[in-house]
């Protein structure tokens, strides 16, 4: 809060700033947050909708506590974040390498583009029944779900990127004798990469997606199941504390993903003085 | 390296299946530690044929040898220098210089070594863990430069080398090119569209028709070595360079 007082002050007279503007900028994102949390609290204390439609933000805090002591949480968190993964990598595998194959021979595209694109323009929510007759109630629906939803983007990102790999360096690469390995080793993958992770970007956060639609069909476990048997038991706290638990989920696998990329590209961080 | 062109032509393919002459016949023959550029109007083939000599582009016709060997892919012997730096933005000023080596399978150590010796020649020892992007234009043709000398290549093959930079550095940069051929006395062919840097530079001249290219002038520079940048001024170097100019665009034209 005492951020929020500095905005409001361009020139404080003390000459001690406690924060500088470059901080006030880093933690500016927190002032949405911070913003949205009190008209919630408004919203609830104006007693516009009763309290089991819109509960406080206290009753919500307190759903939190006792779904994360009792082990309810955990438990199906868990569920959710192992076939999310393990979803995820299935799709980015397939995603990467099939759409290594599109960009490096052109054939591969127009064979392959109605299915894709007739497999990606369908909804996720109307074939994942299908997947659950196919694959049955267990994990592996869900994973194949998360799966489907993942490779389109993977798929996508890796043609464009490898295309855009520039032919001049390719010259480079085969004038000094280069092995297909060292093609892809030391040009292919560096120059893809950032390209590559932006689309990570938008395919980890549609993992999350993927794996709760599955678990919204079949029901048993996992945070979609959760969502679904608070509701029928009007336990609107729970809903949202579930809700809130896959938004953490997904800012936390895009967090990772711009870390890879702090890491990984701190190239192009660098720029003439 | 003695590098020679016996009838070559080189015909591309247009998406008609028809062809498209690009080089033309043309024969040359370039001497072991000789300095030969090639000069001619814009898409007479200069680049097919840098490219034809590295390896990278088969010849239709003809033949094209490095010390009378065919050459039908490219040599390690034999280092081509592009028009653009053509860096790798995410690696440092030596990674970028040390590729070759690297690509050859020398451990880290050597690479290093044989990058750092070069350095202070280049200019660039302030400039090794540097990134392409807080380069100028000048400095990332010397990491190009380089890149081609840490080979130690028999031949270089020059594709307008300097054609990207402003005329004060491509004048330095030439003569520091000079400079590292007269240690290294490699064969060199390069391609340039600047006439008073082809005489300033080479020990012959070949000028070069429009497309399909073929020979049309070759002209021995008979000014004395090291080459300084005042000759140009000179009336031998004058004489030359006209004599070249009227081989590109033929007065009765």
């Known amino acids: 809060m005492a951020e929020v007082g500095e905005t409001k002050d361009p020139k404080p007279r003390s000459r001690t700033i406690p924060i500088s503007l470059v901080q006030l900028r880093r933690l500016s994102p927190l002032f949405s947050v911070i913003a949205l949390l009190l008209l919630w609290q408004l919203i609830t204390s104006a007693e516009i909708y009763p309290a089991f439609i819109v509960p406080p933000p206290a009753a919500v805090g307190e759903a939190f506590r006792e779904a994360l002591q009792s082990g309810l949480l955990v438990k199906h968190l868990g569920v959710t974040l192992e076939e999310m993964f393990l979803g995820l990598i299935l799709g980015l595998g397939i995603g990467l390498s099939i759409g290594y194959a599109i960009a490096k021979l052109p054939i591969l595209e127009y064979t392959l583009s109605p299915v894709i694109v007739a497999f990606q323009s369908t909804p996720i929510v109307a074939y994942a029944p299908l997947l659950v007759i196919w694959f049955g109630s267990g994990p592996t629906s869900k994973i194949v779900t998360t799966a489907v939803i993942v490779f389109f983007p993977s798929l996508v990102n890796t043609i464009v990127a490898v295309r855009a790999v520039s032919p001049n360096l390719r010259d480079l690469m085969n004038s000094l004798n280069a092995t297909p390995w060292q093609t892809f080793r030391q040009l292919e993958l560096p120059s893809a990469l950032p390209v590559v992770l932006a689309g990570l970007k938008t395919s980890a956060t549609l993992a999350v997606i993927g794996a709760v639609v599955g678990e919204f069909v079949t029901q048993g476990s996992g945070l979609g199941f959760l969502v679904t048997s608070a509701r029928n038991q009007y336990d609107t706290p729970l809903v949202i504390v579930t809700v809130l638990t896959m938004t953490a989920i997904a800012l936390s696998l895009y967090s990772f993903v711009v870390l890879l990329e702090w890491r990984w590209l701190a190239w192009r961080r660098r720029s003439k003085p | ?253």
Request: glycine letters at 6%.
């Open chain 2, 1 to 253: 390296m003695k590098l020679s062109l016996r009838e070559l032509v080189v015909d591309f393919r247009t998406p008609d299946q028809g062809r498209l002459p690009a080089l033309g016949p043309i024969s040359l023959e370039v001497l072991p530690g000789e300095f030969v550029c090639i000069v001619g109007p814009s898409g007479c083939g200069k680049s097919t044929l840098i490219r034809t000599l590295g390896g990278l582009q088969p010849a239709t016709s003809g033949s094209v040898a490095g010390d009378d060997l065919p050459i039908t892919r490219p040599l390690s012997t034999l280092a081509i220098m592009f028009q653009d730096a053509n860096l790798m933005p995410w690696r440092t000023v030596i990674d970028n210089i040390a590729l070759p080596l690297e690509l050859a399978g020398v451990d880290k150590a050597r690479r290093h070594e044989a990058v750092y010796e070069l350095l202070p020649q280049l200019h660039l020892q302030d400039f090794a863990l540097s990134y392409p992007a807080e380069l100028s234009g000048g400095m990332a043709q010397r990491v190009a430069l380089g890149r081609v000398i840490v080979q130690r290549p028999r031949a270089l093959l020059l594709d307008e080398p300097f054609g990207a930079l402003d005329a004060m550095t491509r004048e330095k940069i030439s003569l520091e090119l000079l400079d590292l051929w007269r240690k290294g006395r490699q064969t060199v062919v390069m391609v340039t569209h600047d006439i008073n840097e082809a005489v300033l530079l080479a020990d012959r001249v070949v000028v070069m028709s429009s497309r399909p290219g073929k020979l049309v002038a070759d002209i021995t520079i008979d000014l004395e070595r090291p080459r300084a940048i005042n000759m140009i001024y000179r009336e031998t170097f004058l004489r030359l360079a006209r004599e070249a100019r009227a081989a590109i665009d033929p007065p009765d034209s």
